[in-house]
C-alpha cells in the first residue's frame, strides 16, 4: 500500500482549468503515490471530469503545473498516454466487436505485438470468466460484465496508471463487489488507481480520497481521518457536510 | 391536447438546438435555388470550337466570321493536322471542328455545291447535335441570305416563338423541380431519422410506455417537419420572385394546399422508413442512396419521363415529386387553377393517405 | 506501422458485421446504376406536336408526313384551331404547335414566300431547343424538296444560288447513345455518396458513442487513426467503382478505351479528396444527424451542378469558378475523356491536379480541425 517512500506517480502543482470566467477546476494541488487507489468525490459540476481530462493529456490546462507518471501534462502527453489507461463515463468498448477483438485491437493500439495479445486475453477471459464468451459481440453482454471488461482492456497494457471515470455507474451491487475485487487486484500489482465515483460506499475502498466543490478541492485524506476530522460516521455525511455549501449548480 | 403540444414544444426544440441540422433545412433550398436558378442554364453557349480552312477564300472567311459573330461559338484555334485535332479532342479543349476543303470554294464556283466537314465530340450526344443544328442552322440562313440576293423562290420562313421561357432559362425548370427535390428528400430524411433516434437513444420506450398515444407521438413527430417545410416553401417562392423574377401565376392558395399535401406525403414515407429501420446510419442510407438519385432522376425535371423504357414510366408513377412537379409547373408557371390539376392533386392525395394509414398500422403493430 | 493494421483489422471488421450497411453500400448503388441510365435518356425522339393545319393542302400534308416520319415527333393533336393548340401544349400534352396557315400553298406560290407559326413551350430548355432546332431543318428540308419538285414542274423560276451543305459526324459516340454519356456520371454520384457520406458517418458514430474518447487517451498517433479510417472507404470506394465497370459492360456494353491505369489512377485521387470532405464534415459534427445534414447539403449541390446531368459549359463565368473547387466536376470529366474519347494522362493532367489540391486542402484543413487535445 502507499508509502512515502516511493516517489509519487501523480504531481499537481495549482493546476486551473479555465472556459473563458468560468474557473471549471481551480489550483488543484494533490500527490498520488504508486499503487495506490485515489477517489476522486464531488457533486455532478464539480470539476472532476474536467481535473482526470487535464491528467489524461485530453484537456490543456490553463496553468499550473503537472507531471503523470513523471511527464509534464503540457509537452510529453504522447508519452503520458503510453503509460495510463483510461475508462470513461461512457460505455468505451465496441458493440459491433466481440469481446477477443475488443481485447486484440486495443492491445494492438498499444503497441503489444500478437503473441502477447493472445496470452494477455487468455489471461483476461480467465479472470473475468469471460472464457466461454470470447466470441461474443460485446453488444450482447449484460451492463456489468461490459463494465468489468472494459476495466480490463484499459489495463491490458499494463499501465502505471489507470484513470477510471464513475466506472460503475448503473451496475448492481454484487457486480460492483466484483468490479472493486478487479480494482484492488490491478492495484496489488502496483497499478495505481484514480477513481471518481459517486457511491460512498465506494469511497470507503479508497486509500484517499478528495472531495471537490465548486472546481477546489475542499478535503484530501483517507476516508477514516476525514470521518474523525468532520466529526461524522460514514463518508456520505462528509460528503454531504462539503457539498451542500456548493454555489454551481450541478449540470 | 396539452399533452401534444407539449410533445410538439420538445419536437421544436430538438430541430432548433442544433444548427448544423437547420444548415440543411433552410440553407440548402437558399443555396440550391440561388446557385441553380443564377448558374444552369440549357442555352448551349460559348461551346468551344476549332477550325481548319484548307479553302481560304471569299466564302469561308465569311462564314467563319458569322460563326466568329455568333454567341454560341468561341473559336478557340485553328487546327493543322488530324492529330492535332484529336488532341484537341482528347483534352477536352474542343467540342467541334469545322473544316473547310481545299476545293471547297473551287466546288461552289463550278457545281454551285460545297460541303462543309463537321466533326462533333459526341462523348456528348446532347450538346454534340444542339451545336451541329447550330452550324446547320447558321449555314442554312447564310444560304438563304445568299438566296434572297440572289432572288430564290418559294420561302418558307418558320417563325419560332417560345412560350412561357422565350429566353430559355434554366431556372423555370429547375425551381420546380428543386423544391420538389428538396421538400421531399429533406422531409423524408428529417422524419425517418428523429424516429429511429429516439429508437437508439430509448427515449422512444418510454414514451411508449407513457399513456400518450401513437398517433399524437407520431403527429407530434411530424407537426416540426411540416412547418418547416412550408416555410421553406415560402423561402424558396420567394426567393424564386426576387433573384429569378419567377412569380407565382396561379393561385397561391391552390400551390400551398398541394404543397402541403406532397409534404404530407413525404413525411409519411419517412415514417415507413423509420418503421423499417433499426439505426439511424441505416434510416440515412436508405433515404440518402435509396432515394435521392431515383427522385432527382424519375421526377421528371432532368430528363423527360417519356423518353424512358416502359418499367421506369410505370415506376415514376409511384413517385409523389413527379405530380407535384407537374402541379408546380402549371400552377407556378402557366398559372392555371384546379381544372389543370385536379388529377394530380387526386393522386397525391390518395397517395398520401394510403402511406400514412399504412404507417400507421405498422407503428402501432410495433408498439 | 504496426497499430495501423489493428485500426484497419478492427474498421473492417465493423464494416463487415453490418450486413445491413453492406448491403445498401454495394448492392444498392449496383442496382442503382444498372436502372438510373434507362431513366437519364435526353435523346431527343419523342417531342409531341400539335398541327394546327388551315390549309388542307398537298404541301401541308407533304411537311406533315415528313415531320412525323423523322423519328423526332409524335403527332399528339391535329386541329384546326390555334387555341386548341395552344392549350394542348398548356396541358402538356403537345411540347409545341405548329400552325400551317390558311392559302399557305396557294400563297406560298403568288408571293413567293410564306411564314409558318411555331410555338414551342420553353420551360424545359433543352427540349425546346433541340425540338425547334429539329423542326426548322424539317422544315427547311421540305423546303428544299419542294422548290425542287416544283421546278421540275415549271412552277417556279429557277435559281442560281450557291448550296452550302453541313456533313456532319460524330466522334468516340457515333449512334450518339447517351448511356455512354450518363453511365460515366452515375457511377462517379455513386462513388461520390458512399465516399464522403461514409466517412463522416463512420467517424461521428465513433464520437457519438464514445469510443473516441478512449482512443484519444491511447499512444495512438493523430494520422495513423486518420488513415485507419480513410483506407477501409477508399477500398470500398475502389471495389464500388470497379463493379460499375462491369456493370457498366455487361449492361450497356461500355469498355474503357482509355487505359484503366488512368481511371484508377483518378478513382484515387479523386477518393482522396472526398474522403477528405467526409473527413472534414466528421470534424465539424457531433451527431450523426448533422453529419448527415451537412454531407446532405454538399452531395446534393455537387449532383446537380458537377456536370453529371447538367452542362457546366453553359454556366456564367462564376458559377464555373465555383465549379471548379467541386472535386466531382474534375472526376466526371476524366471519366468521360478516358472511357469514351481514351484520353491518356497528359490530356487529363489539369484535373488531376484540381482534385489532389482539392484534397490536400481538405485533408489539411480536416486534421487541423481534428484535435486530440481540445
Redesign the interface.
Known sequence: MPSSATPPVITTDKLTKRFGHFVAASELTFQVAKGEIFGFLGANGAGKTTAMRML?????PSSGKATIAGFDVYTQ??KI??R??????????????TVS?NI????????M?TAAIRTKTAELLEELQLEKEAKT?VSDLPLGWKQKLAFSV?IVHNPDIV?LDEPTGGVDPVTRRQFWDLIYHAADRGVTIFVTTHYMDEAEYCNRVSIMVDGVIAALDSPTRLKQQFGLDNMEDVFYELARNAKRKAD | MRQLITFIRKEFLHVFRDRKTLLMLFGLPIAQIVLFGFALSNEIKNSRIAITDYSKDAVTEQLISKIASSNYFDIQRTVQSATQLEAAFKKGDIRMAIIFPADFANDLVHTGKATIQVIADASDPNLATTITNYITRLVGDFNTQTALTAGRPLQILPEMQFLYNPELRGAPNFVPGVMALVLMLVCTMMTSVAIVKEKELGTMEILLVSPFKPIYIIISKLTPNLLISVVNLFIILMLSAVFLDLHVKGSILLLTFDSILFILTSLSIGLLLSINAKTQQAAMMGSMMGMMLPTMLLTGFLFPIENMPLPLQVLSNLVPSRWYFIIVKKVMLKGLGITAVWKETLILTGMCLFLFTISLRRFKIRL | MRTLFFLLEKEFRQIMRNKGIVRLLIIAPVIQLILLPLAADYSVKNISIAVVDNDHSTASQRLIGKITSSGYFKLTGYTGSYTAALSMVEQEKADLALQIPAHFEKDLVRENSQKLYVAINAIEGTKANLGGAYLSSIITDFNDQLRVDWHTTGTATTSDAPQITVAASNWYNPYMDFHLYIVPAILVTLVTTLAAMQTAFNIVQEKESGTIEQINVTPLKKHIFIIGKLVPFLVLGIILFTLGLLVGWLFYGIVPVGSFWVLYISLVDYLFAMLGLGLLLATYSTTQMQAMSLSFFFINIFNMMSGAFTAVDSMPGWARAIVQTFPPSHFIRIMRMVVLKGSGLSDILYDLGAMALIGLVLNGWAILNYRKTA
Request: proline content about 0%.
Open positions: 489524461c493529456g485530453l484537456l490543456k502527453t504522447e498516454k503510453r495510463i489507461g483510461y475508462m470513461s463515463q461512457k460505455f468505451s468498448l465496441y458493440d459491433n466487436l477483438e486484440r485491437f486495443y492491445g494492438g493500439i498499444y503497441g505485438n459481440l484499459s484513470f
